[in-house]
């Protein structure tokens, strides 16, 4: 069974900084990509950053510059440093990855998500 926990969010002020965590566990032989998703109520989840398992990092426009997306493989977690927020990044975000299991089965896992919101 593979988990993907995240943990960091929270409230923070307009400018402010958070770190999010995304701890993968269970049964691994490989983890490929992760990506950082957020969603807000009523709209669809969005991709936010994405690291290969090579290392590449890609982000998406409204958050270029801002946000960092890192992984440390040796104890399987991804991280999403997010500097100079702005009410508009509030959301529920989101680890996806894919998982090899075996040589041969690669699954997609989804975490439980955490609650970031910017507000004066």
């Known amino acids: 069974q593979v988990q993907l926990v995240e943990s960091g969010g929270g409230l923070v002020q307009p400018g402010g900084s958070l770190r999010l965590s995304c701890a993968v566990s269970?049964?691994?032989?490989?983890?490929?990509?992760i990506r950082w998703y957020r969603q807000t109520p009523g709209k669809e989840r969005d991709l936010v950053a994405t690291?290969?398992?090579?290392?590449?990092?890609s982000y998406e426009d409204f958050v270029k510059g801002r946000f960092t997306i890192s992984r440390d493989d040796h104890d399987n977690t991804v991280f999403l440093q997010m500097d100079n927020l702005k009410p508009e990044d509030t959301a529920v975000y989101y680890c996806?990855?894919?998982?090899?299991?075996?040589?041969?089965?690669?699954?997609?896992?989804w975490g439980q998500g955490t609650q970031v919101t910017v507000s004066s």
């Open positions: 269970g049964d691994i032989f490989n983890i490929n990509a």
């Open positions: 996806n990855a894919f998982i090899e299991v075996s040589e041969t089965r690669v699954y997609m896992y």
């Open positions: 690291i290969t398992a090579g290392g590449r990092t």
